[in-house]
């Protein structure tokens, strides 16, 4: 076996980006209300990223880098960990 694998992280569980998010807006200090018109999104479709429901979408890291700081690429990230892990964690549920 490759050393790689044996360091190789695979948590048991996907946290949605929505998480990051929501820890952002608690250090920002920043309302639901006022993220989803900062993104011009509803509340609903913001609870939806929460929950991992809707995706980060590219326009949305853009502004989320904005409103946060932190690059397009660690929003894009998030995302695409969350569903490359939810994807895994179907595929080792089914065997």
Same mark, same amino acid.
């Given at each position: 076996?490759?050393?790689? #694998?044996?360091?190789? $992280?695979?948590?048991? $569980?996907?946290?949605?980006?929505? $998480?990051?998010?929501?820890?952002?807006? #608690?250090?920002?200090?920043?309302?639901?209300?006022?993220?989803?018109?900062?993104?011009?999104?509803?509340?609903?479709?913001?609870?939806?990223?929460?929950?991992?429901?809707?995706?980060?979408?590219?326009?949305?890291?853009?502004?989320?880098?904005?409103?946060?700081?932190?690059?397009?690429?660690?929003?894009?990230?998030?995302?695409?960990? $969350?569903?490359?892990?939810?994807?895994?964690?179907?595929?080792?549920?089914?065997?």
């Amino acid at each position: 076996m490759r050393a790689e #694998k044996l360091n190789e $992280y695979k948590p048991d $569980y996907a946290i949605p980006p929505g $998480y990051t998010i929501s820890e952002c807006m #608690k250090y920002e200090e920043i309302t639901k209300r006022e993220l989803a018109n900062q993104l011009n999104i509803t509340r609903q479709t913001l609870d939806e990223v929460f929950m991992g429901e809707a995706p980060i979408t590219p326009e949305m890291s853009k502004k989320l880098s904005t409103i946060f700081g932190a690059s397009e690429a660690f929003w894009n990230n998030l995302q695409r960990n $969350y569903e490359e892990t939810k994807e895994r964690l179907e595929r080792e549920n089914t065997r």
